[in-house]
């Protein structure tokens, strides 16, 4: 993280905090984590075909589906995300 460029901002319901990736540091980010101390952190997922892909296996084929099934999975593919909605296509 680079911390000069980090900010947070708050307002009576709402806190919004911006990162930035040091140089070098490409790609994009799967998750964060956060939480009041190092104990009590929750990790949260950031939208990408990927980890959709990875819920969504989860839910449609849980662990004691053969191998076969999985293979079966559809096709997802993040087509828009706004703070209001995500659109996604199945396949």
Known sequence: LVSPETSVSLSAHNAAV???????????????????????????????????????????CPSFCSQSAAESQPLIEVLDVTEDRIQIRLE
Request: aromatic share 12%; with cysteine; charged share 25%.
């Open 18 to 60: 911006g990162l930035a990736k040091a140089p070098g540091c490409t790609g994009p980010w799967e998750k964060f984590c956060f939480g009041l101390d190092a104990s009590t952190l929750q990790e949260r997922l950031f939208v990408s075909e990927e980890n959709i892909d990875g819920f969504l296996g989860d839910v449609l």
